[in-house]
Protein backbone atom coordinates (compact mmCIF):
# COMPACT_ATOMS: atom_id res chain seq x y z
CA UNK A 1 0.00 0.00 0.00
CA UNK A 2 1.33 3.28 -1.16
CA UNK A 3 2.43 5.70 1.68
CA UNK A 4 1.24 9.51 1.42
CA UNK A 5 3.65 11.31 4.43
CA UNK A 6 2.53 14.74 5.55
CA UNK A 7 5.60 15.91 7.47
CA UNK A 8 6.77 19.10 8.95
CA UNK A 9 9.82 21.01 9.91
CA UNK A 10 7.98 23.25 12.55
CA UNK A 11 6.09 22.68 15.47
CA UNK A 12 3.91 26.04 14.20
CA UNK A 13 2.74 24.37 11.56
CA UNK A 14 0.71 21.89 14.24
CA UNK A 15 -1.05 25.35 15.67
CA UNK A 16 -2.02 26.46 12.32
CA UNK A 17 -2.95 23.66 10.55
CA UNK A 18 -4.46 20.15 10.55
CA UNK A 19 -4.04 16.94 7.87
CA UNK A 20 -6.98 14.46 8.44
CA UNK A 21 -9.38 12.07 6.29
CA UNK A 22 -11.41 12.78 4.16
CA UNK A 23 -14.00 10.87 5.28
CA UNK A 24 -13.98 12.09 8.35
CA UNK A 25 -15.33 15.76 8.02
CA UNK A 26 -18.52 16.53 5.72
CA UNK A 27 -21.15 19.05 5.60
CA UNK A 28 -23.65 19.46 8.29
CA UNK A 29 -26.56 19.56 5.62
CA UNK A 30 -24.74 16.38 3.58
CA UNK A 31 -24.69 14.32 7.62
CA UNK A 32 -28.55 15.30 7.85
CA UNK A 33 -29.58 14.77 4.44
CA UNK A 34 -31.76 11.66 3.45
CA UNK A 35 -31.32 9.69 0.57
CA UNK A 36 -34.59 9.62 -1.25
CA UNK A 37 -37.54 12.39 -0.81
CA UNK A 38 -40.97 11.50 -1.68
CA UNK A 39 -41.95 14.38 -4.08
CA UNK A 40 -45.91 14.60 -5.62
CA UNK A 41 -46.08 10.73 -4.78
CA UNK A 42 -43.10 9.64 -6.23
CA UNK A 43 -39.47 8.30 -4.59
CA UNK A 44 -37.34 10.46 -5.60
CA UNK A 45 -33.18 9.86 -4.72
CA UNK A 46 -31.32 12.85 -3.97
CA UNK A 47 -27.95 14.23 -4.14
CA UNK A 48 -26.93 12.26 -1.03
CA UNK A 49 -27.71 9.07 -2.39
CA UNK A 50 -25.13 10.11 -5.85
CA UNK A 51 -22.38 7.40 -5.37
CA UNK A 52 -19.89 10.19 -7.47
CA UNK A 53 -20.56 12.37 -4.96
CA UNK A 54 -20.09 10.27 -1.67
CA UNK A 55 -16.80 9.03 -3.18
CA UNK A 56 -15.53 12.27 -3.77
CA UNK A 57 -16.20 14.07 -0.53
CA UNK A 58 -14.85 11.04 1.12
CA UNK A 59 -11.53 10.66 -0.92
CA UNK A 60 -7.87 11.46 0.36
CA UNK A 61 -7.19 14.17 3.24
CA UNK A 62 -8.02 17.60 4.19
CA UNK A 63 -5.95 20.48 5.93
CA UNK A 64 -8.10 21.89 8.20
CA UNK A 65 -7.46 25.30 10.05
CA UNK A 66 -6.07 24.56 13.68
CA UNK A 67 -6.54 27.95 14.54
CA UNK A 68 -9.07 30.59 13.92
CA UNK A 69 -7.90 32.49 11.40
CA UNK A 70 -7.94 36.79 10.83
CA UNK A 71 -8.18 37.32 7.37
CA UNK A 72 -7.55 41.10 6.59
CA UNK A 73 -9.07 41.96 3.10
CA UNK A 74 -9.69 45.22 1.09
CA UNK A 75 -8.41 47.81 -0.66
CA UNK A 76 -5.09 48.68 0.20
CA UNK A 77 -3.89 51.94 1.66
CA UNK A 78 -1.83 52.75 -1.70
CA UNK A 79 -4.05 52.33 -4.24
CA UNK A 80 -7.94 53.40 -4.93
CA UNK A 81 -9.02 52.03 -7.72
CA UNK A 82 -11.45 49.07 -6.34
CA UNK A 83 -9.62 46.56 -8.77
CA UNK A 84 -6.72 46.62 -6.00
CA UNK A 85 -7.38 44.53 -3.39
CA UNK A 86 -4.98 42.99 -0.67
CA UNK A 87 -5.61 40.18 1.20
CA UNK A 88 -3.73 38.83 4.31
CA UNK A 89 -3.97 36.74 7.15
CA UNK A 90 -3.29 39.37 9.89
CA UNK A 91 -1.84 37.57 12.45
CA UNK A 92 0.78 36.55 10.27
CA UNK A 93 3.28 39.63 10.29
CA UNK A 94 2.94 39.44 14.79
CA UNK A 95 2.64 35.44 15.35
CA UNK A 96 4.45 33.73 12.38
CA UNK A 97 7.12 35.12 10.85
CA UNK A 98 7.21 33.96 7.09
CA UNK A 99 3.75 32.21 6.71
CA UNK A 100 2.39 34.59 4.35
CA UNK A 101 3.12 34.55 0.92
CA UNK A 102 2.86 36.52 -2.14
CA UNK A 103 -0.58 37.29 -3.71
CA UNK A 104 -1.38 36.67 -7.20
CA UNK A 105 -3.41 39.94 -8.50
CA UNK A 106 -5.14 39.89 -11.62
CA UNK A 107 -2.36 42.68 -13.14
CA UNK A 108 -0.33 39.03 -13.22
CA UNK A 109 -3.04 37.59 -15.75
CA UNK A 110 -3.57 41.22 -17.60
CA UNK A 111 -6.88 41.08 -16.36
CA UNK A 112 -8.07 38.39 -18.39
CA UNK A 113 -8.92 36.19 -15.81
CA UNK A 114 -11.63 36.65 -13.48
CA UNK A 115 -11.41 33.38 -11.04
CA UNK A 116 -14.79 34.06 -9.27
CA UNK A 117 -16.92 35.10 -12.40
CA UNK A 118 -17.44 38.65 -13.88
CA UNK A 119 -18.21 41.45 -11.27
CA UNK A 120 -15.62 39.17 -8.12
CA UNK A 121 -15.15 41.34 -5.97
CA UNK A 122 -11.63 40.70 -4.79
CA UNK A 123 -9.15 40.34 -7.89
CA UNK A 124 -6.19 39.18 -5.54
CA UNK A 125 -5.57 36.16 -4.16
CA UNK A 126 -4.53 35.18 -0.56
CA UNK A 127 -1.03 32.93 -0.70
CA UNK A 128 0.07 30.86 1.93
CA UNK A 129 2.50 27.90 3.14
CA UNK A 130 0.53 25.61 5.15
CA UNK A 131 3.26 23.92 5.66
CA UNK A 132 2.45 20.97 5.63
CA UNK A 133 5.52 19.06 3.05
CA UNK A 134 4.23 15.95 1.53
CA UNK A 135 5.78 13.07 0.13
CA UNK A 136 4.29 10.42 -2.10
CA UNK A 137 6.06 7.67 -4.22
CA UNK A 138 7.35 7.66 -7.52
CA UNK A 139 5.07 7.94 -10.19
CA UNK A 140 2.28 9.59 -7.91
CA UNK A 141 0.59 12.87 -7.96
CA UNK A 142 -1.35 14.60 -5.42
CA UNK A 143 -4.95 16.83 -6.46
CA UNK A 144 -4.96 20.17 -4.71
CA UNK A 145 -9.34 21.01 -4.42
CA UNK A 146 -11.17 23.26 -3.19
CA UNK A 147 -12.83 21.03 -0.17
CA UNK A 148 -16.00 19.62 -1.92
CA UNK A 149 -19.44 20.31 -1.46
CA UNK A 150 -18.40 23.05 1.59
CA UNK A 151 -19.07 25.80 -0.42
CA UNK A 152 -17.19 28.01 2.05
CA UNK A 153 -18.88 31.80 1.97
CA UNK A 154 -15.66 33.68 2.15
CA UNK A 155 -13.25 31.87 -0.19
CA UNK A 156 -13.09 29.36 -2.67
CA UNK A 157 -9.14 27.48 -2.96
CA UNK A 158 -7.51 27.73 -5.95
CA UNK A 159 -7.22 24.25 -7.41
CA UNK A 160 -4.20 22.20 -9.40
CA UNK A 161 -1.87 19.17 -9.29
CA UNK A 162 1.60 19.24 -7.59
CA UNK A 163 3.75 16.12 -8.48
CA UNK A 164 4.65 15.29 -4.82
CA UNK A 165 7.02 12.57 -6.06
CA UNK A 166 9.21 14.99 -7.05
CA UNK A 167 8.45 18.48 -5.50
CA UNK A 168 9.02 17.70 -2.10
CA UNK A 169 12.22 18.69 -0.52
CA UNK A 170 11.37 20.86 2.76
CA UNK A 171 8.26 23.17 2.06
CA UNK A 172 8.23 22.69 -2.01
CA UNK A 173 4.44 21.82 -1.91
CA UNK A 174 3.40 23.57 0.91
CA UNK A 175 1.31 26.65 -1.01
CA UNK A 176 -2.53 26.91 -0.71
CA UNK A 177 -3.99 29.70 -2.71
CA UNK A 178 -7.18 31.72 -1.49
CA UNK A 179 -9.69 33.99 -3.51
CA UNK A 180 -11.85 35.71 -1.48
CA UNK A 181 -15.72 36.03 -1.97
CA UNK A 182 -16.12 39.39 -0.10
CA UNK A 183 -15.02 42.45 -0.09
CA UNK A 184 -14.19 42.72 3.47
CA UNK A 185 -12.16 41.21 6.29
CA UNK A 186 -13.26 37.85 7.70
CA UNK A 187 -12.20 34.93 9.70
CA UNK A 188 -11.38 31.51 9.10
CA UNK A 189 -12.96 29.95 12.13
CA UNK A 190 -11.03 26.68 13.45
CA UNK A 191 -11.84 23.63 11.61
CA UNK A 192 -12.88 25.22 8.26
CA UNK A 193 -11.19 22.60 5.71
CA UNK A 194 -8.98 24.80 3.34
CA UNK A 195 -7.40 22.57 0.55
CA UNK A 196 -8.57 18.59 -0.24
CA UNK A 197 -5.82 16.85 -1.00
CA UNK A 198 -6.12 13.41 -3.75
CA UNK A 199 -3.13 11.45 -4.42
CA UNK A 200 -3.20 9.32 -7.62
CA UNK A 201 -0.64 6.94 -10.03
CA UNK A 202 0.26 9.20 -13.01
CA UNK A 203 -0.37 6.91 -16.18
CA UNK A 204 -0.68 6.53 -19.89
CA UNK A 205 -3.88 7.18 -21.06
CA UNK A 206 -5.49 7.03 -25.09
CA UNK A 207 -8.81 8.23 -25.91
CA UNK A 208 -11.05 6.58 -28.02
CA UNK A 209 -14.35 7.18 -30.03
CA UNK A 210 -16.75 5.42 -31.42
CA UNK A 211 -20.26 4.90 -32.37
CA UNK A 212 -22.37 1.73 -31.91
CA UNK A 213 -25.28 0.39 -33.68
CA UNK A 214 -28.72 0.24 -32.41
CA UNK A 215 -28.77 -3.94 -31.91
CA UNK A 216 -25.89 -3.34 -29.43
CA UNK A 217 -28.07 -0.93 -27.33
CA UNK A 218 -30.84 -3.29 -27.46
CA UNK A 219 -28.66 -6.39 -26.12
CA UNK A 220 -27.50 -4.37 -22.94
CA UNK A 221 -31.18 -3.73 -22.19
CA UNK A 222 -30.81 -7.35 -20.79
CA UNK A 223 -28.26 -9.17 -18.38
CA UNK A 224 -28.74 -12.56 -20.30
CA UNK A 225 -27.98 -10.94 -23.96
CA UNK A 226 -25.26 -7.85 -22.65
CA UNK A 227 -21.65 -7.43 -23.66
CA UNK A 228 -21.19 -6.30 -19.99
CA UNK A 229 -20.43 -8.04 -16.55
CA UNK A 230 -23.02 -6.28 -15.05
CA UNK A 231 -26.64 -5.28 -16.04
CA UNK A 232 -27.60 -1.76 -16.47
CA UNK A 233 -29.25 0.13 -13.77
CA UNK A 234 -32.53 0.70 -15.31
CA UNK A 235 -32.97 -3.02 -15.82
CA UNK A 236 -32.34 -3.11 -12.19
CA UNK A 237 -34.75 -0.87 -10.59
CA UNK A 238 -37.40 -2.83 -13.23
CA UNK A 239 -36.31 -6.37 -11.75
CA UNK A 240 -36.59 -5.96 -8.13
CA UNK A 241 -34.13 -3.36 -7.45
CA UNK A 242 -36.16 0.05 -7.54
CA UNK A 243 -35.23 2.98 -5.06
CA UNK A 244 -36.51 2.84 -2.00
CA UNK A 245 -36.43 5.56 0.96
CA UNK A 246 -34.11 3.33 2.85
CA UNK A 247 -31.63 2.52 0.41
CA UNK A 248 -28.66 4.15 -1.98
CA UNK A 249 -29.78 2.37 -4.98
CA UNK A 250 -29.87 -0.60 -7.42
CA UNK A 251 -25.88 0.07 -7.95
CA UNK A 252 -25.40 -0.56 -4.26
CA UNK A 253 -27.31 -3.81 -4.37
CA UNK A 254 -25.45 -4.79 -7.19
CA UNK A 255 -22.48 -4.42 -5.53
CA UNK A 256 -21.49 -2.55 -8.56
CA UNK A 257 -20.45 0.44 -6.30
CA UNK A 258 -17.17 0.18 -4.40
CA UNK A 259 -17.13 3.17 -2.26
CA UNK A 260 -13.77 5.01 -2.66
CA UNK A 261 -13.35 5.96 1.01
CA UNK A 262 -12.12 2.51 1.61
CA UNK A 263 -8.77 3.59 0.15
CA UNK A 264 -8.05 5.87 2.58
CA UNK A 265 -6.18 5.16 6.01
CA UNK A 266 -3.98 6.45 8.60
CA UNK A 267 -1.38 5.62 10.31
CA UNK A 268 -1.29 7.20 13.43
CA UNK A 269 1.43 5.43 15.75
CA UNK A 270 3.86 9.32 15.59
CA UNK A 271 1.31 11.60 14.58
CA UNK A 272 1.52 14.62 16.44
CA UNK A 273 -2.33 14.69 17.16
CA UNK A 274 -4.36 12.52 19.32
CA UNK A 275 -5.95 9.76 17.40
CA UNK A 276 -9.46 10.00 19.75
CA UNK A 277 -9.70 13.33 20.03
CA UNK A 278 -7.72 15.00 17.31
CA UNK A 279 -6.37 17.88 20.03
CA UNK A 280 -2.60 18.40 19.67
CA UNK A 281 -0.58 15.72 22.16
CA UNK A 282 0.68 17.54 25.30
CA UNK A 283 3.92 17.35 24.40
CA UNK A 284 3.71 19.68 21.20
CA UNK A 285 1.32 21.98 23.81
CA UNK A 286 4.28 23.88 25.50
CA UNK A 287 4.28 26.69 23.65
CA UNK A 288 0.58 27.36 21.98
CA UNK A 289 -0.37 30.43 20.61
CA UNK A 290 -2.50 32.33 22.75
CA UNK A 291 -4.61 35.14 20.58
CA UNK A 292 -7.81 37.04 21.66
CA UNK A 293 -10.64 37.30 18.66
CA UNK A 294 -12.55 39.17 21.34
CA UNK A 295 -13.09 42.12 18.69
CA UNK A 296 -13.74 39.28 15.67
CA UNK A 297 -17.23 40.95 14.23
CA UNK A 298 -15.47 44.37 13.97
CA UNK A 299 -12.24 42.39 12.15
CA UNK A 300 -15.06 41.34 9.88
CA UNK A 301 -16.89 44.95 9.06
CA UNK A 302 -13.86 47.72 9.40
CA UNK A 303 -11.37 47.54 6.45
CA UNK A 304 -8.66 49.85 8.41
CA UNK A 305 -8.60 48.51 11.57
CA UNK A 306 -5.45 46.82 12.55
CA UNK A 307 -6.20 45.50 16.21
CA UNK A 308 -5.15 48.26 18.28
CA UNK A 309 -7.14 51.43 19.29
CA UNK A 310 -6.68 55.11 18.53
CA UNK A 311 -5.83 56.16 21.47
CA UNK A 312 -4.62 60.01 19.68
Not at 29 to 52: D, F, Q
Not at 108 to 130: C, T, V, W
Not at 224 to 245: C, N, P, Q, V
Request: glycine letters at 6%; a negative charge.
Amino acid sequence: MPTIDFHTYDKETLKNFKPILAKSIQPDWWKKGKVAEVVNGTVNKTIRACPAMSDWLQSGYILVANRDMMIKNGITGSETDSQFFHTEDHSAGRDMEGYASQTHPTVQMHDGFEYLGKGAPIRDAFKMSNPWNITTPKGYSCFYLDPFLFQNKFFATWQGIIDTDEFNVNKDNSQIIFYPKVDHSFVIEKGTPLCQVIPYQREKWVATYSVKDHKSYVENLSQHTTEHEYMSMSEASRTGMRDTLTTAGPYKKLKVWKPKHKYFKEDMSECPFDPKTGEMKPEYEEDQIEMDFKDKQRSLTDLNWDGQEDVS
